[in-house]
């Protein structure tokens, strides 16, 4: 499978706003997505994960300030990101997979993109 590419990251100040991008292979199946991040010195966390229909669920730290969204005429995962904060700051991963499985498990995972946020 291609490996999807994750785009967009940057840096910004607080309030500012980033849209990121993940293009990915064309699947045959049902696939659902996900974005996740690592902040220096902490674990990778889930931030929001999108369902086949584009219903999506955030992490509480982002609920209300995220939105992930699809299109899957474009192969693309997208995650807009509003009002961000200094502790947003880290590298941002999307992932996609069959419907029904962990991404950790059975997802084929990007190689990130890195998000700084700036007080």
């Known amino acids: 499978q291609v490996q999807p590419v994750e785009s967009g990251g940057g840096a910004v100040q607080a309030g500012e706003s980033l849209r990121l991008s993940c293009v990915h292979a064309?699947?045959?199946?049902?696939?659902?997505g996900g974005w996740f991040r690592q902040a220096p010195g902490k674990e990778r966390e889930g931030v929001a994960g999108i369902d086949s229909d584009g219903s999506a669920t955030y992490a509480d730290p982002v609920k209300g300030r995220f939105t992930a969204s699809r299109d899957d005429a474009a192969n693309t995962l997208y995650l807009q990101m509003n009002r961000l904060k200094p502790e947003d700051t880290a590298i941002y991963y999307c992932a996609v997979g069959p419907c029904g499985w962990r991404l950790e498990d059975a997802g084929e995972w990007g190689q990130g993109t890195q998000v700084t946020v700036s007080s």
């Open positions: 064309s699947y045959s199946y049902e696939y659902c």
